[in-house]
């Protein structure tokens, strides 16, 4: 079985998905409001984007994604949600 992946290294793995447009990183930003796994490593992020229509929103998911399937979550949901909204 795999190793079971923490809030803490999926907080870090997420430090890397930098918002094209900002030039900065999605958890420094603000971007990221919770993390959530359970027994079996699939990850739910609940995050927020810049605006409703960021053009690089896609973009971003599939690197939260891709870098949360490369530290161990078998399986990644993120949620993308308007309230609180960014500021």
Known sequence: MAEQLTT???WGALRSVIDPEIYQNIVDLGLVYDIAINGDNEVLVTMTLTT???PMGPQIIENVEKVLRKEG???VTVNIV???MWT
């Open 8 to 10: 803490e290294k999926s």
């Open 52 to 54: 409703p229509h960021c």
């Open 73 to 75: 979550a078998s399986q």
């Open 82 to 84: 308007w309230e609180p």
